[in-house]
């Protein structure tokens, strides 16, 4: 007779290697939203094309090399603005394939490759969003993405698998777990979280917010609510990890409902889209069967039609597309073993090679030989893993405008990033106007906080190379301000009384014959 606990002790094995698997609906549709923010991240950022990722912009690579810590990076390949754009289209091509799930391992790869690359060709417009978003395809490297609803399912001679149990779950769904929990701990430390001020004042930073931010500044009871109710959200983040079926659900769609909220009231970029993204890991097989049941009650003759037609259209498109295996089915099955365990000998190689590259990107780290190359990694994997302090331990409360003043040579004053005559004032009512992109933003943050130092004197010399000399005379001097509102609970909606200051950033001389005084704040 076996031990009277052994039963119990294989149930809870069994329980738990249910928690910590991942349904491949999930896994599917992880997939599809990971290249769809792909895709919309390149086009997105194409915006910027001139200005962010070419020599003549405000990040050429000396620069971008500069706040780069490592040089690998396929956008470092050239200069010429043409095979850069055109690495931007096969970006976007990379994108594409990872939705329809062609080739999908490989493709994984290659995405992942190019993510990490555009994000290093230009650190300085970062978010948390892309830090999160290049662990999470780190970690799907070694996950059967194209398991479902892909090209590859079409292909496949077999029917899909229903979960996926192992390392790699584990990994990518403790990531998201490690974000919240991290986050929270660091958010503990503050009275503003704990008390409830926190998401009244960051509703107020009027640089950031957007959207339904303005009319949810009249509630601020709501706000406090909603801020407590997202701070003990992140402290239970650990659940996720031993609930299942329909808790596990509720569990997921609050924190899937508290990102959307952000997404359409505080401008961050992409991060409540990728965090979605993580978390859809997290719904099993209960939300997938729930939702079918749901589908199929409320199916009618003519959508189900529709379907059909459609899903034998896109089965016959998925078995046009050629295969290109490396090797047939039908080989013999010492040569099939042989095969798979070369190739789970190159992934992990791969694995130390991509987690060396993802570790080492976060610091300037020098060379003295594979052995402090290991030991930096593994310090770096740690570093990364404690550092979710978004908008912790105190979130920010102070609103930022910048100015820059000029001076030219017939001696008119210019404030050169609003466009206007010169004047210390904020240049919009709603601050975050002041950026024609989000990521805008996160490159005048790094400006300001001169990392690398070579960033504000690059923009200097571009405002000075751009200005328009055929109407205007030649500008002499110009001067980099960032402006400081402190924000209150009482001057939340009247910018008027909040105390100002400015920071001189830098100061530059436009030419070698530079002349002329830029009048200073008076604040």
Sequence with gaps: MSPPYRPRLLGLITYLRGCLSIDTRSLAAFRIIAGVLIV???????????????????VPQSVAREAAPIELSVYFLTTDP??????????????????????????????????????????????????LFAWLLLWALFLPLGERWSVDAVHRPRSPKETITGIAPVLILGQMVTMYVVNGIHKSTSTLWTSGDAAVLVFGLDDMTFLLAEPLRSVPWLLEAGGLLWYYLLLSAWLLLLIRGRARTLLVSAFVAGHLSFAVTVRIGAFAFVAIAGLVLFYDASFWDDLDRVRKKRKHQLSQTVLHSLNRFGRTLCEALPTFRLRPWGETSGTQEIYLAVRKYVAAIMIVAAVLAVALAGADVGYD????????????????????????????????YYVFAAVSADGSTHDLYN????????????????????RERFYMSNVAGADPPAAPERL?????????????????????????????????????????????????????????TVPEPSF
């Excluded at 095979?83 to 289209?89: G, P, R």
């Excluded at 300085?124 to 969003?129: G, I, K, Q, R």
Aim: proline share 2%.
């Design 82 to 131: 043409t095979l850069t754009a055109l690495l931007f289209v096969v970006h976007a091509i990379v994108g594409m394939l990872l939705i329809v799930g062609y080739r999908t391992r490989l493709v994984t790869v290659v995405a992942f490759v190019f993510v990490v690359s555009l994000d290093l060709r230009n650190s300085l417009v970062l978010s948390y969003a892309d830090v």
């Design 419 to 438: 466009d206007r005559e010169l004047s210390y004032d904020r240049p919009h009512e709603q601050l975050q106007k002041q950026y024609d992109t989000y």
């Design 460 to 516: 200097a010399e571009t405002l000075c190379e751009t200005w328009d000399t055929d109407e205007q005379a030649e500008l002499t001097t110009t001067e980099l301000y960032q402006i400081g509102e402190t924000i209150a609970r009482e001057t939340i909606d009247d910018h008027t009384a909040r105390d100002r200051s400015s920071r001189l950033i830098y100061q530059h001389q436009c030419g070698t014959d530079g002349t002329g």
């Design 369 to 400: 030989g594979p052995g402090s190359e290991i030991e930096t990694a593994g310090s770096m994997f740690i570093g990364e893993q404690t550092e979710w302090s978004i908008f912790a331990p105190n979130p920010r409360t102070t609103d930022y």
């Design 40 to 58: 919309v991240d390149i086009c997105l950022r194409a915006r910027n094309f001139t200005h962010f990722y070419t020599e003549s912009g405000v």
